[in-house]
């Protein structure tokens, strides 16, 4: 049955209360986590209506699955962070808005299931209705194409399996990349006392602050020649990642009622990798909880 409008959809009426009761229960969440869990959880559930109503309006079936995937993706990600607040937070109420979340990651996956197996469906009529037999003209000139396609399209199939690799390289590059800042971010979360290498500009390659968890004081640096990030000259990137630049900002702006944030701001490669790829920018902002 054709909906004339996705508003009408119930997935996304649902996801609508989802979003409204995250705001509700993130307003309860305390001061310093503004820039934490609370726009962490407020994007996330913004996400899975917006996707479920933009796949709605694209063109084909293939879109439409490929952005009800990106809401479910979404509201999964959601509800990793209730669980979160459910084990920092105890006494923040979060029964309403699990019970959204489940009901919505449900229809998720019954929809994506059925315009899936309707997309197989459509593929095999085409099938059953195309020509099963050929003349032989016809099978003499299908031939002659093919070949001609063969020798146009074998430099430009040995490229791509060159930049296929390249991306390869690129991704796992990526992957480290980002654990390396988790790394960070979490010492990053609990320290004090932050001095950023290049001050009073408040910005540079080094960031020096005292952890809590070995109640000492602790440097993050970029090596440009190595071309790694250090934590106290020892190095925390892995051989298959270049960093080929690495900032932290320290926020200039904040005073005693909020506590210090760093943005880290990194830009990596992937050595060796065979072809030309763009680097990878990255860049995150992280609060620490101690005022």
């Known amino acids: 049955m054709y909906i004339e409008s996705y508003k009408k959809l119930i997935v996304w009426q649902k996801a609508m209360e989802l979003s409204k009761e995250i705001y509700k229960v993130t307003e309860g969440l305390p001061r310093h986590e503004l820039y934490g869990l609370v726009s962490q959880m407020r994007r996330c559930t913004i996400s899975i209506p917006s996707n479920i109503a933009e796949g709605y309006k694209r063109n084909g079936l293939g879109e439409y699955v490929q952005f009800l995937s990106i809401a479910d993706a979404s509201a999964a990600e959601l509800e990793t962070q209730l669980l979160l607040v459910k084990e920092i937070y105890p006494k923040i109420n979060l029964v309403e808005s699990e019970k959204l979340l489940l009901e919505v990651q449900k229809m998720l996956m019954v929809i994506i299931r059925k315009l ?96 809590a968890r070995e109640e000492t004081n602790v440097t993050y640096r970029w090596n440009s020649t190595n071309k790694t990030i250090e934590r106290e000259d020892q190095p925390i990137t892995a051989d298959n990642v270049t960093v080929e630049k690495l900032k932290f900002r320290l926020c200039e702006e904040c005073d005693a009622s909020y506590p210090p944030r760093i943005t880290i701001v990194l830009q990596i490669g992937a050595p060796g990798a065979p072809g030309k790829l763009p680097f990878i920018n990255l860049q995150t902002t992280v609060s620490a909880r101690a005022f």
């Open 116 to 211: 899936k197996d309707k997309k197989t469906l459509n593929a095999e009529r085409l099938t059953l209705n195309a020509n099963n037999g050929f003349t032989m003209i016809e099978l003499l000139v299908a031939m002659t194409l093919f070949i001609v396609i063969i020798a146009l399209t074998s430099g430009a199939f040995v490229q791509s399996l060159r930049t296929q690799r390249a991306t390869v390289a690129l991704i796992a590059a990526n992957s480290n990349a980002a654990l390396t800042i988790e790394q960070m971010m979490r010492e990053i979360r609990t320290g004090k006392d932050f001095s950023v290498a290049g001050a009073p500009s408040g910005e540079g390659d080094e960031i020096t602050f005292y952890s």
